[in-house]
């Protein structure tokens, strides 16, 4: 499980912003999951999103990853991936925008797939905290 915080010493509506993206990408691709879909169809349902805002070259690594016995197994989801999402599968949702030189922003939550659904186990609210120096 990851979350952001941003540090309101300067101008952050920019990372603002790229919170917003991320959280609306992570949305996008929890509410596609459900037993049966692609792997990679959870990827685009994120990819996509974060494409249509201008940052696809920003967003390098897969959307999630299967968790069990170790941190990161299958079920990968990655625009590679062939695997289909199967009912109780364990796995992230984790998107994230990397700007180089200017900062980051990744929201992971762990999720279980469900025949129509996907089941968020995480619980850590998921509201922009922004904290001051």
């Keep these: 499980m990851t979350r952001t915080i941003l540090i309101n010493d300067r101008d952050i509506s920019k990372q603002k912003a790229l919170y917003y993206n991320v959280l609306e990408a992570q949305k996008r691709a929890i509410e596609s999951v459900r037993a049966g879909i692609k792997a990679a169809k959870v990827d685009s349902a994120a990819r ?25 197994e299958k079920p990968v989801v990655s625009w590679r991936s062939k695997e289909d999402i199967r009912e109780n599968m364990v796995f992230t949702i984790e998107p994230g925008i990397y700007l180089p030189g200017f900062g980051g922003v990744r929201i992971e939550d762990m999720v279980i797939a469900r025949r129509n659904k996907a089941e968020v186990l995480t619980s850590l609210p998921k509201k922009l905290k922004i904290i001051g120096v």
């Design 48 to 72: 996509d999103y974060i494409t249509q805002e201008g940052y696809d070259e920003f967003f390098g690594h897969g959307t999630g990853h299967g968790v069990g016995l170790a941190v990161h």
